[in-house]
């Protein structure tokens, strides 16, 4: 069966603090991963699409990258505003499976 | 661009009645989706849309839920009648194609409560 593990669940950061975020996954015939913010009392926000394993996008202060095992969403020099969940969803010939998020809190 | 459009944006019912939920997707948005989200969880696909059809309602508990999407533009999602873990926020998704690696756009999402 198809598993999508986000880790950590949450994590508090200081401003200007860079750290990493884990989405991990066993899926048959993976065709790509998203990634997505989610504001509370929102809908998700789209970040990326990454569809082989080495590739790498970048926005602002976020970069996502791809393995054949798992994905990483790295934030650099984090601000109070990039408070959110960060939702990773895979891809498979036939449907999308989401993880459960890390909820990330930047302090000021 | 006007972004996907859900109402209503909340509503608290009691368990054993009836709720409809209405989404507009993005105008020339062929593929609309209706996710699940519990507290604490990611979305949960329920169905899937294109135009007027069915793609995928494997997920859907059809005993007590049901959605249409006539004339392939708006649709609606119904729940008859509602349990206590039927506690969720229902999102709609829209996307222009229907290959799932295409980024779906979510509305803000209808938050139920079941007392």
């Known amino acids: 069966e198809d598993q999508v593990t986000q880790s950590p669940e949450a994590l508090r950061l200081q401003e200007g603090e860079s750290s990493s975020l884990n989405c991990s996954y066993t899926?048959?015939?993976?065709?790509?991963l998203f990634w997505y913010r989610q504001d509370p009392g929102k809908g998700p926000e789209f970040l990326f699409t990454?569809?082989?394993a080495g590739e790498e996008k970048e926005k602002e202060r976020l970069k996502a990258t791809l393995t054949k095992k798992e994905s990483f969403l790295h934030i650099t020099a984090p601000k109070p505003e990039d408070s959110a969940t960060y939702l990773c969803a895979v891809i498979n010939d036939y449907k999308l499976s989401f993880g459960a998020g890390t909820t990330v809190t930047v302090r000021a | 661009e006007a972004g996907v459009a859900q109402s209503p944006r909340y509503k608290i019912i009691e368990k054993r009645q009836s709720v409809a939920f209405w989404c507009n997707p993005i105008s020339g948005h062929a593929t609309l989706y209706w996710y699940q989200q519990i507290l604490g969880q990611g979305p949960k696909l329920l169905i899937q849309?294109?135009?007027?059809?069915?793609?995928?309602d494997s997920q859907l508990p059809k005993d007590r839920f049901s959605a249409e999407r006539l004339k392939g533009v708006d649709s609606t999602l119904k729940i008859q009648p509602a349990k206590l873990e039927d506690s969720a926020v229902y999102l709609c998704a829209s996307s222009s194609r229907d290959t799932l690696n295409q980024p779906q756009h979510f509305g803000d999402g209808t938050r139920l409560s079941i007392l």
């Open positions: 990454l569809y082989s």
């Open positions: 849309f294109q135009n007027n059809g069915v793609v995928d």
């Open positions: 899926v048959s015939g993976l065709r790509g």
